[in-house]
C-alpha cells in the first residue's frame, strides 16, 4: 500500500451504465489528481485539484465528471463511456511543491 | 512530437550489468521525475530532480538543465528491477505532470 488507495482495482461497464472511481488518501496532502494510461500511450493528466478546488482540467470529455469533497477523497464519475475509454485510472497526490507524487494502484477499466 | 522522450523503449540485459535509461525534454520545467511500473500498474516515485545529480541505493538520476536531459542509471542490475521506468516533467507554471512513452526493462538471470 502506498497511501494512496483506489476502489475497484477492476471495473467493467457498459457504455449506458454510470459509475464511480474512488481514490482517498491519508497522507495530509493537499493537491489530488487523475491520470489515465492507454495502451500505448503515455499516461495523460485528466483533473488536478488543489484544496478541493479544480485547477486544472486537461480537455477532458463531459462523459468524466471528477467529484473533491475534500482534500483526502476523490471521485471520478463516469456515464455513457465509449469502448476507447477502456484504460488503468490512476490517482495521485501530492503537497504543492513537495519531493513527489504517491500513486494509487489504479482501476482497470473496460468498456464493452 | 512529445514533449518527454524516452529511449530505449525496450531494454533487455543480463543480472549484474550496468543500465541507463535516457529522457530528453523539450519544455521549460521546474522539476524532472523518474517513475517505475511493475506489472499490475502501481507506479512508485523513485526520484525528483531539479539539478544535479541523486543516488538511492543502486539508483542513480542525473539532470543536465542546459541540455534539457536526464539519465537514470542502475548499477548491478537484478531481476527484480524489471519494470517500466517512465521519465516525467512538470512544466513551468503548471501543476501535473508531463510524461514519457517508458522504457520496458528486463533483466534475465
Known amino acids: 500500500e502506498t497511501g494512496v488507495t483506489q476502489t475497484p482495482r477492476h471495473l467493467v461497464m457498459g457504455m449506458t451504465n454510470k459509475k464511480s472511481l474512488k481514490c482517498e488518501q491519508h497522507?495530509?496532502?493537499?493537491?489530488m489528481y487523475w491520470y489515465k494510461q492507454s495502451a500505448k500511450k503515455p499516461l495523460e493528466l485528466m483533473f488536478v485539484?488543489?484544496?478541493?478546488?479544480?485547477?486544472e482540467n486537461n480537455s477532458v470529455p463531459s462523459r468524466f465528471s471528477p467529484e473533491c469533497p475534500n482534500s483526502s477523497h476523490l471521485f471520478l464519475h463516469l456515464h455513457t463511456l465509449q469502448p476507447e475509454d477502456s484504460a488503468l485510472y490512476l490517482c495521485a497526490s501530492n503537497n504543492p511543491g513537495g519531493r513527489g507524487y504517491t500513486f494509487g494502484s489504479g482501476t482497470r477499466l473496460t468498456v464493452v | 512530437k512529445n514533449e518527454v522522450e524516452q529511449s530505449p523503449q525496450n531494454l533487455t540485459a543480463q543480472e549484474g550489468e550496468f543500465i541507463t535509461i535516457n529522457c530528453s525534454y523539450s519544455?521549460?520545467?521546474?522539476?524532472l521525475h523518474w517513475l517505475q511500473q511493475h506489472p499490475g500498474g502501481g507506479i512508485v516515485s523513485l526520484f525528483m530532480?531539479?539539478?544535479g545529480k541523486k543516488k538511492h541505493g543502486r539508483l542513480i538520476a542525473t539532470i543536465n538543465i542546459q541540455e534539457k536531459h536526464s539519465s537514470l542509471h542502475i548499477t548491478a542490475s537484478h531481476p527484480r528491477d524489471s519494470a517500466v521506468y517512465i521519465c516525467?516533467?512538470?512544466?513551468?507554471?503548471?501543476?501535473?505532470?508531463?510524461f514519457g512513452k517508458g522504457t520496458h526493462l528486463i533483466i534475465q538471470p
Open positions: 530532480l531539479s539539478s
Open positions: 485539484y488543489n484544496f478541493k478546488e479544480q485547477t
Open positions: 519544455v521549460g520545467i521546474s522539476a
Open positions: 497522507l495530509g496532502h493537499n493537491a
Open positions: 516525467a516533467v512538470r512544466k513551468g507554471g503548471a501543476d501535473g505532470l508531463t
